[in-house]
């Protein structure tokens, strides 16, 4: 605007001579003013911004000329060039160029070393909003808030996507054996059992010599003190088969310790891991599945060994809860999961004989066998179910 106030009265008297026509030199001279906005830069090339503005002055003369916008009728001569253009014409020649390019004189100039890019555009916006309705500035407005919805939506999307819950979809038991940590706990002097004799002492010290009918066993506590007669199934041929399995595995001078871990040894390496699409808890469904199949997850992992701890005479039940995977990390995760729990001595003691145990039956590990709150075991146990 500067530019235009120190220069309009030069250009209008350069359009004048060539068009001799007051109509065509308002045309020219906006045109021309115009042209100049958008080819400032070319004035630092000029040798001088007289001669620049001539330049541009014929330049536009023609191109009218070509695009026939000029009346070309001459209606004085060079001795009627006036010197100047009125106020109110260089008002009026300034308010139709504004108005063709958008030109705000409100507008800030970046200052060098003190603008960014963000006061620029803010110094934009709040300039172009001047011009905007108020139905404009709203449709803006909710485009930009439907641009961040979008991205927002994208954004719990993709989070979701990495870190949803392990239980949908996942193999459940892959994920337990893939977490393999570190149970430095159990070293060799730890799986040392503690001898019958040190545990009948410390029971007959506890419950000082209470009887059999007061719930304590005239045998050893740890020597079939919890069995009873077998709970069996409604299927006898179920029942056959479980006979026949604790038959081969039982012997009858084994004690409850090593009766259990029997068992537990042989639902582990009896069962190939199979993720089972049919979730029934139903005890002969999943006992018939497995009998046919000889594979299945945890359910049928925890059924079996509950029914065979039944059969030989011990209170056991299936547990359903969750497995917890790096609970102790920021990449936790929980999936649905199914162990059994027994009451022996009074104390309930937990088994997962899945998780003790690889998905081809090869190996069983003893780390949450007989896990029971105050023992060694039972911190562990803590952190992986819920």
Known sequence: MQFYNKTCDRVFGYAFERCLN???????????????????????????????????????????????????????????IPDSITVDEKEELWRRINRTIDIDPWRL?????????????????????????????????????????????AGFGAYYFLFRDSSGGVDAMEEIFLDERSYDIYNEESRVRVTDEEINALIKQAFDGLDDEGGLSSHSAVTHNSSKDPILTADDAINDKLKVILDEILKDDMSD?????????????????????????DQLVLLRYYFKNETGDSRHYAMLFQS???????DCEMIKGRFVLNGDTEFRRDILHYWNR??????????????????????VREYYFMATDGNIKWSVWNRDHQ
């Not at 006061?119 to 909710?142: E, H, N, P, R």
């Not at 009766?259 to 029934?280: C, F, P, Q």
């Not at 022996?344 to 997962?352: A, V």
């Open 257 to 281: 310790n090593e009766r259990l871990w029997a068992i537990y040894y042989y639902v582990g390496t009896h069962i190939r891991y199979e993720n089972v699409s049919d979730k029934s808890e």
């Open 342 to 363: 027994m009451r022996l001595n009074g104390m309930y003691y937990y088994y997962d004989c899945e998780a003790d145990t690889d998905e081809f039956g090869t190996q």
């Open 109 to 153: 100039v970046p200052v060098p070393g003190k603008s960014t890019i963000f006061t620029v555009l803010a110094d934009q916006a709040a300039s172009d909003m001047s011009y905007m309705s108020l139905f404009d500035i709203a449709k803006a407005a909710g485009i930009v808030l439907l641009i961040l919805a979008l991205i927002g939506g």
């Open 22 to 80: 007051h109509d065509d030199t308002m045309i020219v001279c906006r045109e021309a003013f115009i042209d100049m906005y958008f080819d400032i830069s070319d004035l630092r090339k000029a040798p001088s911004v007289e001669y620049w503005q001539r330049k541009q002055v014929d330049k536009t003369l023609r191109y009218l000329v070509r695009k026939d916008r000029l009346s070309l009728i001459h209606e004085k001569t060079l001795a009627d």
């Open 308 to 314: 065979l701890c039944n059969a030989a005479g011990y």
